[in-house]
């Protein structure tokens, strides 16, 4: 974790020299850049010198910082104009991401590279990953985070569930791959299973994988927002090159005609570096307008763009006399012409006991002017921001569409609603009996939506898992017991003698009945 400081003094003297060779390969390609009617505000954000990797939410901003000599998770409240100072042991905290109340980042305190979160509304931090293995490159959209995961010796997406606190191995290839990329139930990567890297999708919803790129040179830095996939390419030569694939039309499309390189997406806009000019430049693509626009044209490096709504962040090397310090900046895009929509929200609530009443908030950016709510229950309003009452116990799927004279937009999110009533705890287990040793797979089949579970397994192992795997070793009668726990309350199943071990070895030393 410690190289990557020197790394980047490194890679910035290379850099230098790269770019040339850009400025020149690149000049046949040239051609005029198209201008929308914008108006580019831009604020300095961090004066220490030596920030990177921005990410935004909203209006905070969160990225790594090397001020205190070794690299802390930093958040920027564009509210309250307030820096705050998230994390402060000795170790590498590196590679933020934020949404929401979340914040998740790549941790090197116990030597490896772990994920950590920490959630704003609570004050706490915790370890989302515990396999003690190099964890890397998170990234957090809605309710999941998605990792690269070294635990079985290769790189492997995993994917984290905190609604239903699972983690997920999603790739089994053994192929190299980087840079996964969320959003919603689709993930994106590049993968070098066929010897080049290639584009790759999986879709959480429907457990199905999907290859979007098929041609024999590398795609790289993969970027998913609603139906459209961005990506560099460098099928055009020596240069990598902007492309993207719409899921719906199952096209594919070379956005820019210049060099690029770290590409974002957030709604109609994308955002990436520019290596034409002599040195790297922020430029912004919008989609409903086919409008290219460049931000940032001083003579310094910008790098690592991140957008949310109208603003756009970035590392900027405009600081000291060789350009040698870092910062975050930030711009705010706006224009007489109305932007499409891109739709959130938020709840005061999102599980509770029946009757449940919850206040829905539009979080929408592109100032949208109609709104329609689905609140999963058979119940809609048009309100921008309504007040529902749930009335039966279940998981609701709640969407908010929205327009405004330039578009539309819609966001779902699934079983985002759990209307509970104190649970009643039961479960089945699979095989009951056979010989040491015996596998026994749990399943958890309790009423009342439970969002939590403690299992004892009789044998002195316990588990938090909703349907676990235990592996009896010795012969014995093992009483099971689980407890199920939501808001409305928690109940116990005790199942006295539940599972029973035999052996042909030896006598029976462990038994629970009581």
Request: with cysteine; hydrophobic share 30%; net charge negative.
């Amino acid at each position: 974790m410690k190289n990557k400081k020197k790394f980047y003094s490194l890679v910035f003297v290379s850099i230098a020299l790269i770019l040339f060779l850009y400025s020149t390969l690149s000049l046949t390609l040239a051609t005029p850049i198209k201008s929308d009617p914008l108006k580019i505000t831009e604020t300095r954000i961090t004066t220490s010198g030596a920030a990177a990797e921005p990410a935004i939410y909203d209006d905070k901003i969160v990225w790594q910082d090397n001020r205190n000599g070794n690299y802390d998770i930093y958040m920027y409240n564009l509210s309250t104009n307030m820096e705050t100072q998230i994390t402060d042991n000795e170790s590498d905290q590196q590679c933020p991401s934020i949404y929401g109340d979340r914040i998740i980042w790549m941790d090197s305190r116990n030597e490896t590279g772990e994920i950590y979160i920490y959630n704003l509304s609570t004050f706490k931090e915790s370890q989302v990953a515990t396999t003690h293995s190099v964890q890397w490159k998170p990234l957090i959209y809605g309710d999941k985070i998605v990792w690269l995961d070294e635990s079985n010796g290769t790189d492997e997406i995993y994917v984290y569930n905190f609604s239903t606190s699972k983690e997920t191995q999603i790739t089994t290839t053994s192929s190299a791959k980087q840079t996964p990329s969320i959003y919603g139930d689709r993930i994106v990567w590049m993968d070098c299973r066929n010897e080049n890297y290639d584009i790759y999708m999986y879709d959480l919803s429907i457990s199905k994988e999907y290859q979007i790129t098929t041609d024999k040179s590398d795609q790289d830095q993969p970027a998913i927002y609603g139906d459209i996939i961005v990506w560099l390419d460098s099928r055009d030569g020596y240069d990598w090159y902007l492309y993207m694939y719409n899921l719906s039309t199952f096209t594919e499309t070379k956005v820019t005609s210049k060099p690029a390189g770290f590409p974002v997406i957030y709604g109609d806009r994308i955002a990436w570096e520019n290596w034409s000019n002599g040195n790297e430049d922020i430029y912004m693509y919008n989609l409903s307008t086919s409008t290219e626009t460049q931000i940032t044209s001083n003579e310094a490096m910008q790098m690592e763009p991140a957008l949310y709504g109208d603003k756009i962040v970035w590392v900027d090397f405009r600081g000291g006399e060789d350009y040698e310090k870092s910062d975050i900046y930030m711009c705010t895009v706006s224009g007489n012409e109305p932007i499409p929509p891109v739709a959130e929200f938020s709840a005061t609530l999102t599980s509770g006991k029946v009757p449940l009443t919850v206040k829905f908030t539009d979080k929408s950016t592109g100032t949208p002017t109609k709104w329609k709510w689905n609140f999963g229950d058979g119940k809609t309003s048009t309100s921008q921001n309504p007040t529902h009452k749930y009335s039966k116990v279940g998981k609701y799927t709640v969407s908010l569409t929205i327009k405004n004279a330039a578009g539309s937009d819609t966001i779902t999110k699934k079983d985002y609603i759990k209307a509970v009533t104190k649970p009643i705890a039961a479960f089945s287990a699979t095989p009951t009996s056979g010989k040491a040793p015996l596998t026994v797979t749990f399943t958890d089949k309790s009423a009342g939506i439970p969002t939590s579970w403690k299992w004892s397994f009789g044998d002195g192992k316990t588990s938090v898992q909703q349907s676990p795997k235990h592996q009896y070793l010795q012969e014995g009668n093992y009483k099971v017991t689980l407890t199920v726990t939501n808001v409305a309350g928690k109940s116990t199943v005790t199942k006295t003698n539940f599972i029973k071990v035999t052996t042909n070895t030896r006598p029976g030393i462990y038994s629970e009945s009581i």
